[in-house]
Structures are given as C-alpha cells and as structure tokens.
T-cell receptor, first 115, second 114 residues
Framework: NAGVTQTPKFRILKIGQSMTLQCAQD?????MYWYRQDPGMGLKLIYY???????DKGEVPNGYNVSRSTTEDFPLRLELAAPSQTSVYFC??????????????FGQGTRLTVV | AQSVTQLGSHVSVSEGALVLLRCNYS??????LFWYVQYPNQGLQLLLK??????LVKGINGFEAEFKKSETSFHLTKPSAHMSDAAEYFC????????????FGGGTRLMVKP
C-alpha cells in the first residue's frame, strides 16, 4: 500500500522557472492538502481540495496553483519561481466528509531550492 | 479559528530522562488534537490523537499526551527517552469546517544526549 506518493524528492529551480510537484494517493481519500514547511514555522497550508474538481486557497497560496481532476492526483504548480519558495513541500490526504477527527496521511516531501 | 503554540523550539534531554514537549491550543469549539513526529528527511507520522473519548491518550513508541481543557494544553510525554526519539515533533489541531485541514504549531526539535 503506497499511501501518499510525491515526486520529485529534490529539485533545484532557477528564478523565473516553473515546475509541477506531483502528488498521488491510493487510499480513495476525498480530502487532499499541500503544505510548505519552513524552519521554525511549522507547516503552512497552501491549497486544499475536498474532492475532484474542487479546490480552495489555504493560508499561503500566492505564487502557486493547483488542480484536482481525479480523486487520486493533486498536483501543485509553481509559476515564476522565486527564492521565497525555497522550502520543503508536503502533500497530505484524509478521508472526506465526517473525517474531522481522523488523521491526515503525509507524503515524504519534496525539497525545492530556488536559486 | 483554531491555533496551536508549541513552547520551546528545541528541547534537549539525556537518554533515560523524562521527555516533555509542550503544546497549547486555542479553539472556540471542542478541539481534535494531534501529535506528529518527523524523522530527518521523512514525512510526518502520527504519534497519537485526541478525539474526546479519553483525556489521556497513548500513542506509539511509548508516548502519551493528556488533554487539559482548563489549561488548553495537550502536552506530550515519555517517561524514558531513547536515542531513536530524536526528531521533530508537531502539535496540530483540526479546523472544524470546510476542508478539515490541520493547523500546526511551529514544531519542537528533540535532541537526546547519550
């Protein structure tokens, strides 16, 4: 059982380049999330989705876009990369509706450096 | 809106000593609280969760946490630290609304000295 799979694990981007971080889950979870982790700041929510075709902004959405065409996949797009987007990105999922008290399952993370 | 504060970004203990990691929450509704652990270059793994069934919650690897409503706290403890406990620990609360997302504290890095 793979759980939540993120690719790539590491990436170096130049300022102004774009890229897509991939996230896939095989648990048939409705809810999916993208977080970024910066030292001493915990994890901040970038975007989330409650089902295919439905996405919404989190706390720090500027500079990012997402889509959710299937239940399994939730890619995160960075347009015009900036040094401030250097971070570790985590994708997570949890069962939908009525899942307030259930835990989220996390991928292994993507470490992105923008130079 | 819910929020979480973790006191102490770094905690150092000797092997065999008590581990105490502090977490205070703010919530206008009864909270659902979680502790996650992150080992180096890994994702987050659930240690334990509070969902109102019992105030003392036992988790994996000998950790436990006690929910104290009067103190708005959910501190994580382990009686005897092991070298393998060295990691970063995050306290989180579930947003009880659209999306049920987790709001995280800033994290506490636990160091265990031999």
């Amino acid at each position: 059982n793979a759980g939540v799979t993120q690719t790539p694990k590491f990436r170096i981007l130049k300022i102004g380049q774009s890229m897509t971080l991939q996230c896939a889950q095989d648990m048939n979870h409705n809810y999916m999330y993208w977080y970024r982790q910066d030292p001493g700041m915990g994890l901040k929510l970038i975007y989330y989705s409650v089902g295919a075709g439905i996405t919404d902004k989190g706390e720090v959405p500027n500079g990012y876009n997402v889509s959710r065409s299937t239940t399994e996949d939730f890619p995160l797009r960075l347009e015009l990369a900036a040094p401030s987007q250097t971070s570790v990105y985590f994708c997570a999922s949890k069962p939908g509706f009525g899942a307030t008290n259930t835990e989220a399952f996390f991928g292994q993370g993507t470490r992105l450096t923008v130079v | 809106a819910q929020s979480v504060t973790q006191l102490g970004s770094h905690v150092s203990v000797s092997e065999g000593a008590l581990v105490l990691l502090r977490c205070n929450y703010s919530s206008s509704v009864p909270p659902y609280l979680f502790w996650y652990v992150q080992y180096p270059n890994q994702g987050l793994q659930l240690l334990l969760k509070y969902t109102s069934a019992a105030t003392l919650v036992k988790g994996i690897n000998g950790f436990e946490a006690e929910f104290k409503k009067s103190e708005t706290s959910f501190h994580l403890t382990k009686p005897s630290a092991h070298m393998s406990d060295a990691a970063e620990y995050f306290c989180a609360v579930t947003h009880q609304g659209a999306g049920n997302m987790l709001t995280f504290g800033g994290g506490t890095r636990l160091m265990v000295k031999p």
